[in-house]
């Protein structure tokens, strides 16, 4: 257990590291080994700094401030102001939600949201995955039926995902939801995934080659920055 404040602090934020998107107060508690009264007083300064937010049902999840300080980064804030106008073209040309990907604490982070994904259950996680930038979960979490979760199969379709350079979700995070993504490279080494979210009734043989050049393109403004 964190001795001081600021580590039972940085503890409850490690909590959220490989983690469901929303965590109850409890499962917080039993993440960081403290006391349910101190993890309490430990989240209620989090969410006043910021840093959590509380969602409807009571449960925690990962706050502005927090989302705000990691795009501020200079990695992330570097790819994200280089990605966006092509993000912003992939949006407007299908009608879905892009976003880029990169590797943090074991989950796939959306740098425009500042969401977090479950790698083996998301088209962005599977490419991560694919490419060594993330390690499979040794239990995968079944989100919805569909959800790959078995090693062997998903290890074949990381496989397939490394042959072809696109990866494809459908409704294995969310029902009602598909996504595609592809590598994002630099100096030849993927760093990031290009991903498209769309509902399943937008479902078009257009998605797919939209995001592979829209990943080729960031890759190839990346490399000119040098």
């Known amino acids: 257990m964190a001795e001081s404040v600021a580590g039972r602090v940085f503890s409850v934020l490690d909590a959220f590291v490989d983690a469901p998107v929303t965590l109850r107060l409890t499962d917080i508690a039993r993440r960081t080994g403290l006391p349910v009264p101190t993890a309490l007083r430990m989240v209620r300064e989090l969410v006043a700094w910021g840093g959590l937010e509380r969602a409807s ?29 092509a993000l912003r073209a992939l949006t407007a040309h299908t009608g879905g939600h892009a976003d880029v990907v990169i590797p943090a604490g074991g989950t796939a982070l959306c740098l425009v949201t500042g969401a977090r994904l479950p790698p083996h259950a998301t088209a962005a996680g599977k490419v991560l995955l694919a490419h060594g930038l993330l390690t499979a979960p040794a239990a995968a ?6 959800t790959l979760t078995a090693p062997g199969r998903l290890a074949a379709h990381l496989a397939r995902v490394r042959a072809t350079g696109l990866a494809e979700a459908h409704e294995e995070h969310r029902l009602g939801e598909l996504s595609f993504a592809a590598p994002v490279f630099r100096s030849g080494t993927p760093v990031a995934a290009v991903c498209l979210t769309a509902p399943t009734t937008a479902r078009s043989p257009r998605l797919a080659p939209a995001v592979c050049r829209t990943a080729a393109t960031v890759s190839r403004a990346l490399e000119a920055q040098g």
């Open 141 to 146: 979490e079944r989100h919805t039926p569909r």
């Open 57 to 85: 049902d009571g449960s925690y999840r990962l706050g502005t401030r927090i989302r705000a300080l990691g795009a501020a980064a200079p990695c992330p804030r570097g790819l994200l102001d280089t990605a966006l106008p």
